[in-house]
């Protein structure tokens, strides 16, 4: 819960309204692109992926790292001068992002191959999707550039997250 509390407040220290009307935004970035993830299970090491679009195709590869997530590690008082902490730990999965400059926020036809540390092909999928738009910085931040997130399932299949 405290957790919580902090987060929450972080975040509005980050974005908060202004007097006057004004909003402050962080300065985080987002970059055009397409995300990876990797379900356990997949010795993946390193992914491909090809977009086509306006009739021509690029690569861009997708180094891949462990996937983390974050472990409560407790508090040391319950006060309101009590001390909490969390730590991270390797989920089994693995996750990457290749930047892709100019992705249009329009359908196109993606193939991923994600490949293991050897370069054999673990999974290879063509999925057609519609890369979004978001806020990193919260509502009336402005937007980031678009991005795209696929995700490869245990069994190799290819799916936009």
């Known amino acids: 819960m405290r957790r919580a509390v902090v987060s929450f407040c972080l975040l509005l220290t980050g974005c908060a309204a202004m007097p006057g009307g004004t ?9 055009s692109g397409i995300g990876v ?26 180094d891949l790292r462990p ?4 472990v409560d590690e407790g508090c040391d008082d319950t006060g309101p001068d009590g001390v909490c902490s969390a730590g991270v730990r390797e989920t089994g999965e693995t996750t990457g992002f ?7 926020d329009r359908p196109l036809q993606v193939t991923l191959t994600v ?22 910085n919260g509502p009336g931040c402005g937007a980031g550039g678009p991005q795209l997130q696929l995700r490869v399932s245990g069994d190799g299949t290819v799916s936009v997250r």
């Open 98 to 104: 290749a930047p892709v400059p100019d992705l249009p």
């Open 23 to 31: 909003t402050e935004c962080t300065m985080i970035g987002m970059p």
């Open 115 to 136: 490949s293991d540390r050897a370069g054999g092909s673990l999974a290879t999928g063509t999925v057609r999707a519609t890369p979004q738009w978001g806020s990193p």
């Open 67 to 70: 996937a983390t997530e974050a």
């Open 37 to 62: 993830d990797v379900a356990r299970g997949l010795a993946a090491h390193a992914a491909e992926v090809e977009v086509c679009r306006d009739g021509r195709c690029e690569t861009f590869r997708v």
